[in-house]
């Protein structure tokens, strides 16, 4: 089974984690009430209350969704701006171990 060709942005954010399971939940969520919604409309009598119920629905996974990934997004910010303020202490380190002679 050929595995899906992704650019090397999607490659890297899913290997530092940025996508992660619970979004395939959400959009699993979000598609299955859109899929429930045009069943219901296909199928059966749909009124306005229904469809006001379903826009709530689709609303709330969205919000909840978008709270996570404003929660993981700070995350990457607090992790690049410790990395920003460490990294001339480990350029120095780097540089005295070197300057002493050692390869590492």
Do not use: E, N
């Not at 959400?26 to 069943?39: R, W």
């Not at 990294?87 to 070197?98: E, G, I, V």
């Amino acid at each position: 089974m050929p595995k899906p060709i992704l650019d090397p942005q999607t490659k890297a954010l899913i290997k530092v984690g940025f996508v992660q399971r619970i979004d395939l939940l959400f959009v699993f969520l979000i598609a299955s009430t859109f899929c429930t919604y045009a069943f219901h409309c296909v199928f059966g009598d749909i009124t306005f209350v229904y469809s006001l119920a379903y826009s709530v629905v689709v609303l709330t996974f969205l919000a909840l969704w978008m709270i996570v990934l404003a929660f993981r997004t700070m995350w990457f910010v607090v992790q690049v701006m410790a990395d920003m303020k460490t990294l001339p202490s480990d350029a120095a380190k780097l540089a005295l171990r070197f300057s002493q002679g050692g390869s590492k």
